[in-house]
């Protein structure tokens, strides 16, 4: 109770405390994954509607929302990973789900089958270089075997094998980053200096804003 009280902001005052910045857990996984399906609904909805990426705030704003949903992917790829019973079977689902994602990704979008039969880029869906990412996890933290040039090396292999795909080797190397920090979220979020806390009664519940200056906005000097 005392470390709390220490770290309220004074009136007038910004201070950062991490011990005060726990956000009371209102979201669990399942919450997040719906989360996830709605907004990538959304974004390819956008897509079909909107083709070519017009530069309109509806459409913008529709794909924007949109890119909520591969941060959540690469986070619970991650968690998958490191709480897997048998990384094999998981392997499995996760290739299974491309192949069917595939056919569905190509369809929805008016292109071949074939991959680069009619192109280079954005031949396949994102869950192809999710499938790869879990490979890299792998090689990266349990290729015991393995030397140090050949993780790199079998980790560039799988950047050009994803490069392809929707969101491309980004989504490999995003989860390869975020499993390196797993567990601490300032790293994970490229966060490298102090963050200041500010009370704002618009605001229902504790939330992190700005990209530059991220500031942790809580709805009263008394939220616990």
């Avoid at 897997?84 to 499995?92: F, Q, S």
């Avoid at 994803?162 to 920090?181: G, K, N, Q, R």
């Amino acid at each position: 109770m005392a470390a709390e009280q220490r770290c309220l902001p004074k009136p007038g005052e910004v201070l950062f405390c991490w011990e005060y910045a726990r956000m009371k857990q209102t979201l669990n996984a399942n919450h997040l994954k719906l989360m996830a399906i709605l907004a990538m609904t959304v974004d390819h909805l956008a897509d079909l509607m909107y083709p070519g990426f017009p530069c309109q705030p509806l459409p913008l704003g529709l794909h924007l929302l949109g890119r909520l949903t591969a941060p959540i992917m690469w986070f619970f790829i991650c968690e998958g990973y490191h709480y897997t019973r048998n990384l094999g079977k998981y392997l499995l689902r996760l290739f299974c789900f491309a192949v069917v994602s595939h056919f569905a990704y190509c369809f929805a979008f008016g292109i071949s089958f074939v991959p680069f039969s009619g192109g280079f880029l954005n031949q396949t869906s994102v869950m192809w270089p999710l499938f790869w990412s879990v490979v890299a996890l792998w090689v990266l933290n349990d290729g015991r075997n393995l030397k140090q040039w050949h993780k790199w090396g079998l980790l560039l292999l799988i950047c050009l094998i994803t490069f392809p795909a929707d969101w491309s080797c980004i989504a490999v190397m995003a989860v390869v980053f975020l499993y390196e920090h797993r567990g601490n979220l300032k790293k994970q979020m490229g966060i490298d200096k102090r963050v200041k806390i500010a009370v704002c009664r618009y605001t229902g519940s504790p939330m992190l804003v700005g990209l530059l200056n991220p500031i942790i906005l809580i709805p009263r000097e008394d939220y616990t």
